[in-house]
Nanobody, 123 residues
Framework: QVQLVESGGGLVQAGGSLRLSCTASRGTFSSYSMGWFRQVPGKEREFVVCVSWSGGSTRYADSVKGRFTISRDNAKNTVYLQMNSLKPEDTAVYYC????????????????WGQGTQVTVSS
């Protein structure tokens, strides 16, 4: 069973940047596709981006294309989300997830989840 722990969230002004990290323990990290999702109170969890097990393929939500970049370091069991040009509407709790179904956007298709990290973008 994979355990995921996110870090790097915080408060940033609009236009600023943050880098989130998600480190895995247990399991075989390099076997899993990794995704980032976000959620605001009262709304469903929203797909942000995912990366294949090798890091060679990615899939982005239209809302973050050109601003966010996902990467992974399998030697460190860590996936990163570099977020640039942040907007107030990016404010949410960000979750990382691990799955075995490739580059999928549906949260239900991911097997393991972290506890989330808060990102707040002030205007």
């Amino acid at each position: 069973q994979v355990q995921l722990v996110e870090s790097g969230g915080g408060l940033v002004q609009a236009g600023g940047s943050l880098r989130l990290s998600c480190t895995a323990s247990r399991g075989t990290f390099s076997s899993y596709s990794m995704g980032w999702f976000r959620q605001v109170p009262g709304k469903e969890r929203e797909f942000v981006v995912c990366v294949s097990w090798s890091g060679g393929s990615t899939r982005y939500a239209d809302s973050v294309k050109g601003r966010f970049t996902i990467s992974r370091d399998n030697a460190k069991n860590t996936v990163y989300l570099q977020m640039n040009s942040l907007k107030p509407e990016d404010t949410a709790v960000y979750y990382c997830a691990a799955g075995l179904r490739g580059l999928v956007a549906a949260p239900s298709l991911y097997e393991y989840w972290g506890q989330g990290t808060q990102v707040t973008v002030s205007s």
